[in-house]
């Protein structure tokens, strides 16, 4: 099982939002190729981080936003793992995720995580 590992040192943050961006209707990602690890290291962990800005509700409303995007990475690890895992991955939710439906946003997701993919491969 792959397990979720979060950032936590702001500079990994700062480096990150400067690397290649991809903007969907339910998220903004950013992500970036890792640096100088294990092979063993790499399939064993998920570098990926949930972020909510403060303007978008109460704190209920963030974390259930964050706990419905961990969810679709979940799902998609469990059935069909299209997600390149020596990337770091940071995903910035919006409010149309809080109100449309979890498939929806299942579906955008695993768009956005093939369209990475394809990106990793033509480089």
Same mark, same amino acid.
């Given at each position: 099982?792959?397990?979720?590992?979060?950032?936590?040192?702001?500079?990994?943050?700062?480096e990150i939002l400067k690397k290649? $961006?991809?903007?969907? %209707?339910?998220? =903004?990602?950013?992500?970036? &190729?890792? +640096?100088?690890?294990?092979?063993? !290291?790499?399939?064993?962990?998920?570098?990926?981080?949930?972020?909510?800005?403060?303007?978008?509700?109460?704190?209920?409303?963030?974390?259930?936003? $964050?706990?419905?995007? %961990?969810?679709? =990475?979940?799902?998609?690890? &469990?059935? +069909?793992q299209p997600i390149d895992l !020596?990337?770091?991955?940071?995903i910035f939710g919006k409010n149309?995720?809080?109100?449309?439906?979890?498939?929806?946003?299942?579906?955008?997701?695993? $768009?956005?995580?093939? %369209?990475?993919?394809?990106?990793?491969?033509?480089?």
């Open positions: 099982m792959i397990k979720f590992k979060s950032l936590n040192q702001s500079k990994k943050f700062v290649k $961006k991809l903007n969907t %209707k339910y998220f =903004v990602i950013y992500f970036m &190729k890792n +640096k100088n690890q294990l092979q063993s !290291n790499i399939s064993q962990h998920l570098n990926i981080s949930f972020v909510m800005k403060k303007n978008v509700g109460n704190a209920v409303k963030r974390n259930k936003i $964050k706990r419905k995007l %961990k969810s679709t =990475v979940q799902k998609i690890l &469990k059935e +069909k !020596n990337y770091t991955y940071v149309n995720v809080y109100n449309d439906n979890f498939r929806f946003v299942f579906e955008e997701t695993c $768009k956005t995580f093939r %369209k990475i993919k394809q990106m990793s491969l033509t480089q």
